[in-house]
């Protein structure tokens, strides 16, 4: 945080002048004429004190914790923690699964466990506190890397803040819930850190950078909390293709002893993070596991490519548009290296809506700043009158009021750290609430998204069909099984088919709750607005879970959903 | 394109190569003006059967047996009493008379006239904004693959790529000091408004380049210079008009409430969503945009900002709705095949001083590469000297009231010179190649139709029951079970969609169709006896196996027909024997 305050200010205003600024580019880097354009038209430096720099920089973290404080349970959020206490319980990451009837004799390939193992640690010490504690960490250290490496670009603290903020908004959609990606995140803020260092530092080719060394044990953990490494180990690999591409284009590569040398250092370190990666316990068969799975999935939304013509899509557009703006600003040699990254980046959410957030960083880390500097010349340009606009009497009462400020967020978060929001209307509570009455053990043929929901409810007595797991646990044709049943097609009873089904709990709005309806083997135990719950008619648990007073609390198949219920919390 | 540079440009003569201005050269340029069209031609001309083309035909049949545009509807049972807004009646005339005069060869006789009419308008402004017609034609070749699949089909879509073209063109010659052209869009929005709906993204280009040359002119306070000021109203009286004109339709104002309806999402429709970046699609249109953006870019040739602002504007149209890819492909050609066509001569210069250096012409010490900055430089020069007097000789013509001949450069000017190395027998060889395409795209002018796409068999099983009673049916199949078996049997839900559908009744059969909530309600509508539906891609062919008092009366690896056991027409049904199978392919209708 010292970073944040405003000391290189404070050191170039101790020189003298007078205040005036340009918007963006912070005095200190105007003054040294590192703000490229800047150069001759530099303003004088402005003196800042640091308790002006304080109160900005715990008003900026204030709101950024009541935000991030602000949690909701994702469909996965209750297997994670259930499997982190498990990990706890047992000691053991490689264990069979309990929980699904149609995972005997597969391996499961648990590639988050350690992100588990922390939910578990952060559930275990504090309930939803903890795990909210956990997630709002996370967020704030990514929001102050970011904040701090774009003053170390000689940004304005307000600039820093500004451009942080705009990053953070953009992150904000996948940190609401607590999942495994937060790791990503802060893993993959960290490794464009340290991949910036190194294309500075390798500016000379003739040098090795050395930074990029901390990039193995970085890996050794991110691939064991989640497997967003992958695209990690995809842009180091890209930066050193694109900086030896670099080096031979301009003959260095062929003719200079060091900067041979230096490349193949860069390429050791890039080697030796890809290596770390087998530090799991899984060792190879995760790298297998991976080739295996990282395929399209069409049928789970946040896998679809962005829409182009949708909020997210301008948003898209922005976040390029600012890259873009700062790739041309940079010089021709980091642009050289930065621009193959930024094109990944680019592509990245075409690919997959989901990795819109690994833009925003790519584009915060690598670009922002030297737009940032590019637009504050600009405007110093256009409008060199331009003055700041406050006053030194002022400062104080300023100040005052945003440590108030502070202060009163701060309290607004208070509720949101006891609570993770679960949505009623999303979740099958009144059918989970039936199946906990039953007392024999029996396995339920559930939609995929609330597989999780139930195991951590009524698992292991209850067993699932299906759960966010996927192809982690459940093999293909499994999955296939339970795709056909939610979507209603082909041989789409076939799970049900299986001996071993006893219940079923399907969404009210997939084709399976209108084809129960109709199948002669299956008897409606409850309908509610989001589920109905099914039993096979000659087994007991349909009997236990049957409604002695069915004809007075379920609702007949076709009532229309009941009203809102109130917002239920995690667990 | 000035003398000086086209001396320097020209290559030295070659044996056989017409001199400029001859007949010989005029007969060249023929060849490939036929070489051309001939692979358009050959492109265009085959033709499949969309969903709507049965409804189209028998919609146009029926005005011209009736007289009547404005006619309730007689094949739906779900729409008594609403109103049908046939925004397409014209198209659905066209085709008609097409198909009164010779059948389906009619029908694609109509479509490749339209089509080549469309493509020869973006030649003619290719070759218009000075591209010699080699490279025009290679830049129109473009456009093609884009295009194709969008083409291929009949439907009154190409009109509005017709009317698209049109537009364009007016707008850059406006743009370009002919503001003349500009008189003839009332015409073409008149006939349009009528033809299709893509009417809308006519006047959203239209509207577009008015907002920006409005923003350009307040920017300069344009109302400060008499010509200037004159010279935009000369501008925004024939726009206003050609706006207007759309209301001139059957429904006058009404049509243009019921357009407020082409404004809403329609994701369930594939044509209705976005390109897929990351995938073949979005591959061929990168392919397009990225030569044509490098061409923006590197081009020396003036860039107006109300053609960029247009520009991007197309740029954005796929990722609106897939549909629009050939909107978006025939725009880039038009707007950018110049630029395209210019920073490629400035890469055949650059290629040229390379091929200078491999052969060591830089012996005498200076490097080819300099060699090439310094004729770059010198061709820029040329270049801005031909900007200018372009420009001179658009604003005397724009004063005079003409159209202004582009300043030519790059390989535009080689072609101007006519100094493209086309000997006699290779112009022999475009023009029997061009016959030889126009002959083989004249050869078979038959409409096929996949049988996997509709409910061949089934349909035949309906005819030839003579029933006459509701069928429930997906959107999809329902103009193809109409022009069969209607109006004797009624459908569910046809392409017509919003145009006489009620929303609520859209709603009742996509529920029907993906099993949703109140699914069978549809069935449970009075007289509703019959279901046809498709026994893949959609639960209601399991739903309906399961449904009690349903029976299934034929199935075949494409559909299902299921009758409601006891009514009359599941019972003729049941007792007549199967159809055999049809081939792969089928003709029209």
Redo the contacts between chains.
Sequence with gaps: VSALNDSTASRAAAAGGAPAAAPIASPAAASRGTGRQAGAAAPPPVALPWWWSASLVLLALSIAAFRLAHTEADPDLWGHVRFGLDLLDTGRVARPDIYSYLTDGVRWINHEWLSELMMGLAFRAAGATGLIALKTALGLIVAVLLARHLRRQQLTLLAALFVTAYGMVVLYPGLRPLRPQAWTYLAMTVVLLLIDRATRDSADASRHARALWWAAPIMALWANAHGGFVAGLGLLGVWWASRAALAWSDGRLARDRQTRRALLLDGLAVAAAVAATLANPYGWDLWIFLARTLKPRPEISEWQ?L???SFE?ATYLLVAALGIAGLLAQPARRRAITGPLLLCGV?LP??ARRHLPLLALIVVVLCAGDAAHAIGAAVQRRWPRMQRASSDRLRPLVCAALLLESIIVLALARPEWTRIQVDPESYPVAAVARLAQAREPANLAVFFDWGEYVLWHVGPRIKVSVDGRRETVYPDDVYAENMALT????E?DQLLRRPETDLALVS????AA??LA??PDWELLLRDGQSVLYGRRDRSVTAALRDPDAARTADPP?APPRSPAPPATFP | VSEAAASRTAPPAVAGVAAPGSLARRIAGASIIVLTMGVVAMAVTPASADPDLWGHLRFGLDLIDTGRVDRPDIYSFMTAGVPWVNHEWLAEWLFAVAWRLADGTGLVLLKLAVCLTTFAIVYRHLVWRGLGLFAASIVLLLAIPLTLPWIAVIRPQIFTYLGFVLTLAAIARAEHGAPRALWGLPVVFLLWGNLHGGVLAGLGLLGLWLMARTCAGVATAVWRDAGRWRAERGIWTPAIVAMLATIGNPYAARMWLFFKTALISRLEISEWN?I???AIE?AAHMVLLAPIAAGWFWSRREKRPALVLLFLALV?LP??ARRNSPLFALGLVMLGGEHLADAASRLLDWLRGAGERGRGASADGVSSVAAYERRSTQARGDEAEDQRRGHAAAATAAAAGGAARPARAGLTAAADAGAFPIPAWAAAVFFAAGIGCAAMALSDLRITFSRVDYPVEAVRLLRASGAQTNLAIPMNWGEYVLWHVGPGIKVSMDGRRETVYTVDGYTEVMDFT??????DRLLRRPGVDLALVPT????VY??LK???GWTLLHVDDRAALFGRQGSPAAEVIARLPRPPKEGKLLTFP
């Excluded at chain 2, 993906?514 to 699914?519: A, Y």
């Design positions: 490519a829409p182009i013509a899509g592509l075409l690919t979507e209603g097609t082909g789409w009210t709005q997939t084709a209108s084809l109709l199948h076709d | 976005p897929e970046v990351m979005g954005a990722v609106l993906f099993g949703r909530d109140d699914w893949a891609e959609w639960p399991n739903l399961l449904k009690p």
